[in-house]
Structure formats: structure tokens, C-alpha cells
């Protein structure tokens, strides 16, 4: 009878280290799963996506493919505008345009043309409505006709313009080339160009990225904002990564 009793034993102590070996491995992986739990709950998860964002380069978050940017039949560059005859009514040319005035959010924009003057030097600069200016935008890179209501005497009769201090980047001209500072990152980009409509208001910046780049990014022009320093100001461009990630390629920019 004892080597029975003897075998019943040992059963009974294999089944309670089986059970407790079972109970050991719950707990484990109880204990793994709310340690995941604890790492990143299912609503934390877009806060630590977007604290990861923030901490990304440009070259982190570049997609693989851009899409690309094309001027539209009522789009013109400040840059092709610049510089452009104006003509008036007969089709005579009385005067060029010096500049484009951009102003502040909520300001109207100008035409700011030069009267007299050799190669953009000299002269009389006035300031006109872009009501009172037909602009026909033309299919390659040579500057659109710029028609005015005005004949040259009137022109020449208009309040001459002069800007208050320089370099406070209401003009086109001031803005175009110089270096901003990306507001996410210790990151710089260039101000190379405005997209703007045929009645002058100002829809996206072109920028390329760093001091030397050469692909040449569309954003809202919205975005440009002037930070005032000790000093005239300087530009901040005020967009995120993942926006700057998805701005579009100014397609055959020159």
C-alpha cells in the first residue's frame, strides 16, 4: 500500500507546481500588457506622434513626392511684374513698375510704378490702385502688359510715393532674397518670390529651404510674418513641419 500512497503524493505535487507555474506565467504577462498600457494609451498616442514631429528635420518628414505648383491664368510672380512697361490707354509707355507694395495683413496692395529714370534708377515713384491697372499675364517668363487708366500727365499729377525707413519689408522688393527664420527647428529658408493675383493681393510666398537651396517651395503668404526687432524687423516664416512637409514644388520657376 505504501508505494500507492507514495505515487498519489507525487501526482498531487506535480499538479500544485503546474498550477502554480500557470499562475506565475498570468501574472507575467498581465503585468507586460499594462506596462505597454501605461506607455502609450490609444489617446496619447497623437500627442507623443506630435512631440515626435516637432523634434523631426526637414529631412525627416520630406515626403517622397511632392506635388507640383503651376500658375494659374490669373497668377502672376512679382518678380515678372517688376520691372514691366506701363502703358496707357493709347498703348504708349509712361512709365515702368518699380515695385509691388505688399503692406501689412488688411492693407491694400499697390502698384508702385517709376516715372522717368534710367534702368530703374531715378525718376518719380507713385503709387496706383491695381483697380485702376489692367495686368495681362503672358505664357513664358517675359513681363506681362501692364495698362493704365492713366494718360502721362495725370501720372505725372499723382502724390509722389516715399517710403517711411527701409527694409520693413512692406514691399515685394524688400521681402524677395532675404533670409527667414522657419518658426519650428533651428532652421533658415529664402524668400525668393510672391504668387499673386492680377488685382494685386499677395496668395502664397515662394521659399527654398536653407541659405543655398534650389527647389522652390509654394506656402500661404499668410505665413510670412514680420517679427519687430531693435531694428527695422526680421521675417519669420510661421508653419509647422508637417505643413512645410507638404507644400508644394513651383513648377519651372526660373
Known amino acids: 500500500m505504501k508505494p500507492l500512497l507514495f505515487t498519489a503524493s507525487a501526482i498531487a505535487l506535480m499538479m500544485g507546481a503546474a498550477a502554480c507555474t500557470e499562475a506565475t506565467s498570468h501574472a507575467e504577462t498581465a503585468s507586460q500588457a499594462a506596462a505597454e498600457t501605461s506607455a502609450a494609451t490609444p489617446d496619447q498616442m497623437p500627442d507623443k506622434q506630435a512631440a515626435n514631429l ?24 512679382a518678380s515678372r511684374l517688376i520691372g514691366s512697361e506701363v502703358l496707357d490707354p493709347a498703348g504708349e509707355e509712361i512709365a515702368t513698375v518699380a515695385d509691388v507694395w505688399i503692406g501689412e495683413p488688411g492693407d491694400t496692395p499697390k502698384l508702385i510704378v517709376r516715372d522717368g529714370g534710367v534702368a530703374g534708377v531715378g525718376g518719380t515713384l507713385h503709387a496706383i490702385d491695381f483697380e485702376g491697372a489692367l495686368i495681362e499675364p503672358v505664357a513664358n517668363d517675359d513681363e506681362p502688359d501692364v495698362r493704365v487708366t492713366y494718360s502721362k500727365a495725370s501720372l505725372e499729377g499723382l502724390p509722389e510715393f516715399k517710403q517711411n525707413g527701409v527694409d520693413d519689408y512692406r514691399l515685394a522688393s524688400e521681402a524677395m532674397g532675404t533670409t527667414a527664420s522657419l518658426s519650428f527647428g533651428d532652421n533658415l529658408a529664402r524668400v525668393n518670390d510672391f504668387v499673386m493675383k492680377v488685382d494685386g493681393t499677395p496668395e502664397y510666398a515662394v521659399i527654398s529651404d536653407g541659405l543655398a537651396g534650389t527647389t522652390h517651395y509654394v506656402i500661404d503668404a499668410d505665413a510670412l510674418t514680420i517679427e519687430q ?6 521675417l519669420v516664416i510661421d508653419l509647422d513641419a508637417d505643413a512645410f512637409a507638404h507644400a508644394k514644388v513651383l513648377a519651372d520657376y526660373q
Do not use: N
Open 54 to 77: 516637432k523634434e523631426m528635420t526637414r529631412a525627416d518628414i520630406e515626403p517622397v513626392k511632392r506635388e507640383q505648383f503651376t500658375l494659374a491664368s490669373d497668377e502672376i510672380l
Open 229 to 234: 526687432g531693435d531694428g527695422d524687423g526680421t
